[in-house]
């Protein structure tokens, strides 16, 4: 008799004083949160790399699952079949017993019935001989259920030591999440105190000036004090105040710690009034830059470290009056100098 196997087909897919202190917060705030972005992106992208390993595992533990069902079922299709065969290999032993029990009894023609036990005893040969490939096919398909039950196994650890991983990864964001928090706490308390001091310094030097104010957290120096009409040079006065401006910088210099990356930036200021364009300068911008750029360079002579300063120039556009009349124009032409971080 012919064996009958069935299969299947398998499918692989595959985050004034109350002014100077709200600015330092809010700067330090966003320094910080900064490098907490960075680094939340660098453990995102580990995670998400974790992410699509577990997708791929457990893509391979669905394919493997499948694929064992299916060997399960060819060897449950096998095993009938091997019962059937066994079923009817019995069968054929009881005629052949029955006719030989004739035979020796005389009943019949014993050619016929020596002729009809012939074709069971090949019949039974045949039946043996599928019986047998039965069984090996039978062991093999134990064999690779055996190694699907391997394979399972071996991705179901990987599986969990994945899931391992990335709980040690979410762990270690919430501590660097704490950490920058207390970064930041001790970072805005110390850039605090020493612009707290530095301001009270120069406010007892300059307290006396007219021309000299605070506002919010700058201090600002009308132009007129500092330069001449349309010149970006000190003039004596002006040299006299940056004096006392670098002696405070570099007494604060000795007691801020390297860790604190800070700067004094000088920012230029000039009026709306537009340049002719004939004279040195083609329009406000340059006047404005070349003028914090005059100041900076007098600290730096005056032995304020180089890297502790910056020059930027504003032109017209930062007014802190408006309008166009002669005081308006004469509060914007000005210098402000504001301690900050890089």
Do not use: C
């Not at 960075?38 to 992208?45: A, K, M, P």
């Amino acid at each position: 008799m012919a064996l009958r196997r069935r299969g299947g087909q398998r499918s692989i897919d595959y985050w004034p004083g109350f002014v100077d202190a709200l600015s330092t917060l809010l700067m330090a705030i966003m320094f910080l949160l900064t490098v907490f972005v960075l680094g939340q992106f660098i453990l995102s992208r580990e995670i998400t790399g974790k992410d699509e390993v577990l997708d791929r595992l457990n893509s391979q533990i669905n394919e493997l699952t499948q694929l064992l069902a299916l060997e399960k079922g060819s060897k449950q299709d096998v095993e009938d079949s091997l019962a059937n065969i066994q079923a009817q290999l019995a069968d054929a032993e009881s005629e052949k017993s029955r006719l030989q029990q004739l035979l020796d009894q005389g009943a019949g023609s014993s050619a016929t019935a020596n002729k009809r036990i012939g074709e069971l005893s090949g019949e039974l040969d045949a039946q043996k001989q599928i019986s047998e490939q039965a069984l090996n096919q039978v062991e093999l398909l134990n064999q690779q259920i055996a190694a699907l039950r391997s394979q399972i196994a071996a991705v179901e650890q990987a599986l969990q030591l994945s899931e391992t991983r990335d709980k040690n990864s979410q762990a270690k964001i919430a501590d660097l999440g704490r950490r920058l928090n207390v970064a930041l706490a001790q970072r805005v308390q110390e850039l605090n105190r020493y612009r707290s001091d530095f301001f009270g310094r120069l406010r007892e030097i300059l307290s006396d000036r007219e021309n000299i104010r605070i506002v919010g957290d700058r201090f600002v120096f009308q132009s007129e004090v500092l330069f001449p009409s349309g010149g970006p040079d000190l003039n004596p006065a002006g040299q006299e105040e940056m004096g006392k401006l670098a002696t405070a910088l570099i007494e604060l210099t000795k007691e801020i710690p390297a860790e604190i990356d800070w700067v004094l930036r000088v920012d230029g200021h000039t009026d709306n009034v537009p340049l002719t364009g004939s004279g040195r300068y083609r329009d406000n911008w340059e006047l404005s830059s070349a003028r914090a750029t005059s100041v900076v360079k007098f600290l730096i002579s005056k032995g304020v470290p180089a890297n502790r300063l910056v020059a930027a120039g504003f032109g017209e556009f930062q007014p802190i009056a408006e309008g166009d009349t002669p005081e308006a124009r004469s509060q914007n032409r000005r210098i402000e100098l504001k301690l900050t971080e890089k």
